[in-house]
């Protein structure tokens, strides 16, 4: 049994006041309800709309704390653990996608049980058992005849950011690492196409809410009106209904020719590199066992499976979006629920963000995998990045303790292809030069060449300090 | 003194702007649906009616 000193709050939850995330000694996840808070909290659960979610799979499983609750709140949860937290700027498009229409089909089941969602930040949302599934239990207050105060919300977390990525580009959900209260619907509307305007849903929810916004938003005698609005129940379901007709309809246009998305169709992999190259790795699995799985450059997810068998999850990361939504579709589509795939530029991580730069985790900071997986990255992130391979393997040292890595020498093809167009100032870009660096960080435990390539795999261990 | 009215546990900003769209939304929606429903009710009958021209062909 934890005591009170093992107990830390989570450093992103202090903006709702209804109860706060803790975290003890042994990593397990508590969550407090406050007094304010405990009604909602009874009715939550007396009108079977909890049970309703948890068996739906909709929302993370819970059980409540006996004996002496901390924090000098009456009641305290217990929250079944998130593997790897995830953000929204993180998600591809169909993730991003299938959160926001989760956040409305909760709305939905919960105006049937007359409560509504008094937030819809796409923060309450992570994905669990290949799923998305909420996971503010807070949430849930009576809806009465009361406006849904969330609206706005959700219009800026999900409904903008998907309008830019099907409309105007892929990458515009990057905005949210700026914007983390979502992206301003005036923003957005400038930034939307003008054919846009003529799609009844973006010209009411977006559009016109923008213009609606900048009007009244400051209007005390507006305010006044607001104030005494009633809005029924079948109205917000209505709503809710609305918006996940137009949530459903966004589509990414025949998957746009990113750099990457179509990698496996254009590598200078022959049958037998890459039969030898999926063989050693599967090797190497099977030794190191690993639960906690991580691939830098995934792609479409080819060698992440690999470690399924294995792993309890497998977080796949690349720069490409559109490679991110394909494995994510894939992985949706075959059911395969231990995969994480995730948009990670590794030059360039998310950050820490929010509140005192620390209300939403770096992704270097949420990694400590059992295995770290980097294959065909190297020549990327040392020549056309510039990272210097000693640089480069202080920072693959913090990510996991196990390192499964990939040398391409100067004489591949594709190393050949990167040094085309530029002058070679990379004298240290050579086998020797990369175990050198690599061993000020790592023990080498094996190597072997890739038949038919000129390329070796290496697997070192973590020097633990 | 009168923006503080709105309801206790909106710990979030619902926005003033947002609160009149819902409001306007939702007697447009009210209209949309009404004639949703005179449209599928219109559907049904007519569907009603070919489906039996279809089985008399079937026999």
New interface residues.
């Given amino acids: 049994m934890s005591t009170s000193n093992d107990i830390f709050r989570v450093s992103g939850s202090f ?4 109860g706060y995330v803790f975290k003890n000694g042994r990593g397990e996840i508590l969550r407090t309800v406050n007094s ?2 405990l009604d ?1 909290y009874e009715l939550f659960q007396s009108s079977g709309l909890k049970d309703k979610l948890i068996k739906s799979k909709l929302l993370i499983p819970f059980k409540e704390c006996t004996g002496k609750q901390f924090d000098n709140s009456p009641k305290n949860l217990k929250v079944e653990k998130i593997p790897f937290i995830s953000y929204p700027y993180e998600w591809s498009f169909d993730q991003l996608k299938d959160a926001a229409l989760l956040t409305l089909k909760i709305q939905k089941l919960a105006l049937k049980h007359n409560m509504m969602l ?2 819809a930040s796409a923060y309450n949302v992570q994905f669990h058992h290949g799923k998305a599934i909420f996971i503010d239990l807070l949430s849930f ?1 009576t809806a009465d005849d ?8 959700f ?1 800026f977390h999900f409904l903008a950011p998907l309008a830019l990525m099907a409309k105007t580009d892929i990458d515009l959900n990057l905005f949210l690492t700026q914007f983390i209260d979502g992206i301003p619907l005036e923003l957005a509307a400038k930034l939307l196409p003008l054919r846009t305007r003529f799609s009844p849903g973006l010209l ?2 977006l559009f ?2 923008a ?7 400051s ?2 005698k ?6 005494s ?1 009633k ?2 129940v079948k ?1 917000k379901i ?2 809710a209904e ?1 918006l996940i007709s137009i949530i459903r309809s966004f589509k990414l246009h025949t998957f746009k020719q990113t750099e990457w998305g179509d990698y496996y169709n254009n590598t200078n992999y022959d049958d037998k590199a890459f039969s030898s190259k999926r063989k050693i790795i599967e090797e190497t699995l099977t030794d190191i066992k690993p639960e906690m799985t991580l691939d830098i450059g995934a792609n479409t997810g080819i060698f992440s499976r690999l470690a399924l068998s294995n792993s309890k999850l497998v977080v796949a990361v690349d720069i490409d979006p559109v490679a991110i939504d394909k494995h994510y579709l894939f992985l949706k589509k075959e059911k395969i629920a231990n995969v994480l795939p995730l948009r990670i530029n590794f030059s360039n991580p998310s950050p820490a963000i929010g509140w005192d730069n620390q209300e939403r985790e770096s992704f270097l900071s949420r990694c400590n995998f059992d295995l770290v997986m980097a294959l065909a990255l190297v020549h990327h992130l040392a020549i056309s990045n510039n990272v210097p391979l000693e640089m480069l393997a202080s920072t693959l040292a913090k990510t996991g303790k196990h390192l499964i890595i990939e040398f391409i020498p100067k004489e591949d093809s594709q190393v050949k292809i990167l040094l085309a167009s530029r002058k070679d100032v990379f004298p240290d870009y050579h086998v020797d030069g990369f175990v050198q660096a690599f061993e000020k960080y790592f023990k080498l435990l094996k190597r072997a060449p890739v038949e038919g390539s000129k390329r070796e795999l290496f697997l070192f261990e973590v020097i633990e300090k | 003194m009168l923006l503080n009215i709105l309801p206790v546990m909106a710990y979030i900003d619902p926005g003033v702007g947002s609160i009149l769209l819902q409001a306007l939304a939702g007697v447009i929606m009210g209209v949309i649906v009404f004639f949703g429903l005179i449209k599928s009710k219109l559907m049904k009958f007519l569907g009603k009616k070919t489906k039996n021209a279809d089985s008399e062909e079937d026999e």
């Fill in positions: 903006r709702d006041s209804s304010s808070y909602n008094k937030d207050e009361k406006p849904w105060p969330a609206y706005g919300q219009c009411l929810h016109s809410h213009k609606m916004q900048s009007k009244h938003n209007s005390e507006s305010a006044a009106k607001a104030n609005s809005i029924s109205n209505l709503l609305h």
